[in-house]
């Protein structure tokens, strides 16, 4: 195993410091075109799961732009990021090492987050917060759609 085995893990993670129901979204889409993942997790393949992914991630996108949201910071939103990256990282890791992939995904996630959070205030600041969440959102899909197209495979009939 070389230590580029658990680089896609790494990545969603920093997908999810930014968004945290990206990552859940991009892999329910890759499972809905018949993608599989190397990290065997059954949660995937529920339905109900892909459709709910795919309609929170899609909320999330809406919701970031309101004056009411809260910094991805809060407990609730750290969480959020911890359980989709956790999720998302042990899908993305070779078969095995799920619990490795989990846990280089949330490592990841967490201390970004605040990284993430300090360059968006930033870009609020010159460009207002429609315009850089619309800017980060493009950015962020753009990266999780990458990570899960480059991580994934189609399944083999």
């Known amino acids: 195993m070389n230590d580029r085995s658990l680089l896609s893990s790494a990545l969603i ?11 859940m979204a991009t892999l329910a889409a890759a499972r ?9 997790l059954v949660l995937l393949d529920n339905p109900v799961f892909k459709l709910g992914a795919l309609a929170m991630g899609a909320g999330e996108l809406a919701g970031d732009k309101m004056k009411s949201a809260p910094d991805r910071t809060v407990f609730l939103g750290l969480l959020a990021r911890v359980l989709s990256a956790g999720i998302a990282g042990a899908a993305l890791a070779p078969q095995g090492r799920e619990k490795a992939g989990a846990a280089v995904a949330v490592a990841t996630a967490v201390p ?3 990284l ?12 207002g ?12 899909v753009a990266a999780g759609a990458a990570v899960v197209a480059l991580a994934t495979r189609a399944k083999s009939e």
């Open 32 to 40: 809905l075109a018949d993608r599989e993942t190397s990290g065997k």
């Open 13 to 23: 993670g920093a997908v999810a410091s930014a968004r945290s129901m990206t990552p």
């Open 112 to 114: 970004l987050a605040y």
């Open 116 to 127: 993430t959070l300090a360059g968006r205030k930033r870009a609020m600041s010159c460009i």
């Open 129 to 140: 917060q429609t315009s850089s969440g619309l800017i980060e959102d493009a950015l962020v």
